[in-house]
């Protein structure tokens, strides 16, 4: 089973500051990556897909980057609604897994 | 729009049985693949199960295998998970998510609200 690690497991940032979370994966998933946004009592949200793709409706503020172990999903500048957990999720082996989370959090 | 529905969670005894069924509507059901992915209280997400389209091909996670059954009826659009011999580590939210085409291949484009789960005796 791969597993992902996600850091920091909380970023503390203010309103219109960039955020980088990063996503290392125990061995190669090639660019089958995925990130996931959840906010509190709410189910999670596709972010991108297959490690830089947006998926529909999501804000170009939002990327992706990186391949092999090594992920990151960069926030440019962030609004009130991006303070909340964020999950990385790989496809390229079975079982596909989830990283532990990052809580973004407003300073 | 497209929108997907879980049901059927509630409270059950260690080594009981229950049935989540998750509701489709707003596309062609019978051309996504589904899953069903889980989340213990306060703790992350654990992929559980996964049908294809069609329903021929199914997926389990270890844990699971041979206590849940995936399963889908076209017909209705429905999809269920049977969860049988349920352990204390079966607790969770389970949510039910679409794929991306027929084929299983994991990005989760769509998901309900989720239906807990909660084995205790």
């Known amino acids: 089973e791969i597993v992902l690690t996600q850091s920091p497991a909380t970023l503390s940032l203010s309103p219109g500051e960039r955020a980088t979370l990063s996503c290392r994966a125990s061995?190669?998933?090639?660019?089958?990556l995925a990130w996931y946004q959840q906010k509190p009592g709410q189910a999670p949200r596709l972010l991108i897909y297959?490690?830089?793709n947006r998926a529909t409706g999501i804000p170009a503020r939002f990327s992706g980057s990186g391949s092999g172990t090594d992920f990151t999903l960069t926030i440019s500048s962030l609004e009130p609604e991006d303070f909340a957990v964020y999950y990385c999720?790989?496809?390229?082996?079975?079982?596909?897994?989830f990283g532990q989370g990052t809580r973004l959090e407003i300073k | 729009e497209v929108q997907v529905l879980e049901s059927g969670g509630g409270l059950v005894q260690p080594g009981g049985s229950l049935r989540l069924s998750c509701a489709a509507s707003?596309?062609?059901?019978?051309?996504?693949?589904m899953s069903w992915v889980r989340q213990a209280p306060g703790k992350g997400l654990e992929w559980v199960s996964a049908?294809?389209?069609?329903?021929?091909?199914?997926y389990y996670l270890d844990s699971v295998k041979g206590r849940f059954t995936i399963s889908r009826d076209n017909s209705k659009n429905m999809l269920y998970l049977q969860m049988n011999s349920l352990r204390a580590e079966d607790t969770a939210v389970y949510y039910c998510?679409?794929?991306?085409?027929?084929?299983?291949?994991?990005?989760?484009?769509?998901w309900g609200q989720g239906t807990l789960v909660t084995v205790s005796s």
């Open positions: 998510a679409r794929d991306g085409g027929s084929i299983t291949v994991v990005i989760l484009y769509h």
């Open positions: 707003g596309f062609t059901f019978s051309t996504y693949a």
């Open positions: 049908i294809g389209g069609s329903g021929a091909a199914t």
């Open positions: 061995q190669s998933v090639s660019s089958y």
């Open positions: 297959d490690a830089s």
């Open positions: 999720q790989q496809r390229n082996n079975w079982p596909p897994t």
